[in-house]
T-cell receptor
Framework: GENVEQHPSTLSVQEGDSAVIKCTYSDSASNYFPWYKQELGKRPQLIIDIRSNVGEKKDQRIAVTLNKTAKHFSLHITETQPEDSAVYFCAASSGNTGKLIFGQGTTLQVKP | NAGVMQNPRHLVRRRGQEARLRCSPMKGHSHVYWYRQLPEEGLKFMVYLQKENIIDESGMPKERFSAEFPKEGPSILRIQQVVRGDSAAYFC??????????????FGDGTRLSIL
């Protein structure tokens, strides 16, 4: 069935370092890949997304890369700040309905 | 420009009672998705609706759970005869009218359901 695997489950970095989170998906028909940031007790917030016709997208300190052949995509955060500490979820669209299949989440801790 | 509105934010029910969760999509959005998040886990798709239609309910438990999105009013997720395992955060997301398969989904603040 449809599945998204996300690694690592936890990630601890020093402030100013880069953080990379990786996901793989199983549904070759997936064409949309969003990333969400969720702080404790809050709603998931869309931080960046990429569609299948693009290999890379950047927004300030955040970038996402997509390799459709290998069916994996990654989130890159540069110059991390303590405010980046949260749980990050990748997701892949499934089918024509647009439902999202989420990864298991990565808890990012940025140490000051 | 209100976002996705969910209510209540917190809901406490005793085992065997019914829970009703409401979701109003963002203005201009006609696609509604419900997801469930168990404690310290990821989000799991439950159901996708458009006005007056259930499009995909492949993630809904076979019993006790139902959803609707009437012509007027919010989308409702209904859980009958709740059990302790239903305790979770239930999030609603909406996306724009055109082509849902690759459109951003914006989430509400969720309803945290606790079963005593």
């Amino acid at each position: 069935g449809e599945n998204v695997e996300q690694h690592p489950s936890t990630l601890s970095v020093q402030e100013g370092d880069s953080a990379v989170i990786k996901c793989t998906y199983s549904d070759s028909a997936s064409n949309y890949f969003p990333w969400y940031k969720q702080e404790l007790g809050k709603r998931p917030q869309l931080i960046i997304d990429i569609r299948s016709n693009v290999g890379e997208k950047k927004d300030q300190r955040i970038a996402v890369t997509l390799n459709k052949t290998a069916k994996h995509f990654s989130l890159h955060i540069t110059e991390t700040q303590p405010e980046d500490s949260a749980v990050y979820f990748c997701a892949a669209s499934s089918g024509n309905t647009g439902k999202l299949i989420f990864g298991q989440g990565t808890t990012l801790q940025v140490k000051p | 420009n209100a976002g996705v509105m969910q209510n209540p934010r917190h809901l406490v029910r005793r085992r065997g009672q019914e829970a009703r969760l409401r979701c109003s999509p963002m203005k201009g959005h006609s696609h509604v998705y419900w997801y469930r998040q168990l404690p310290e886990e990821g989000l799991k798709f439950m159901v996708y609706l458009q006005k007056e239609n259930i499009i995909d309910e492949s993630g809904m438990p076979k019993e006790r759970f139902s959803a609707e999105f009437p012509k007027e009013g919010p989308s409702i997720l209904r859980i009958q005869q709740v059990v302790r395992g239903d305790s979770a955060a239930y999030f609603c997301a909406s996306s724009p009218i055109k082509g849902p398969s690759n459109q951003p989904q914006h989430f509400g603040d969720g309803t945290r359901l606790s079963i005593l």
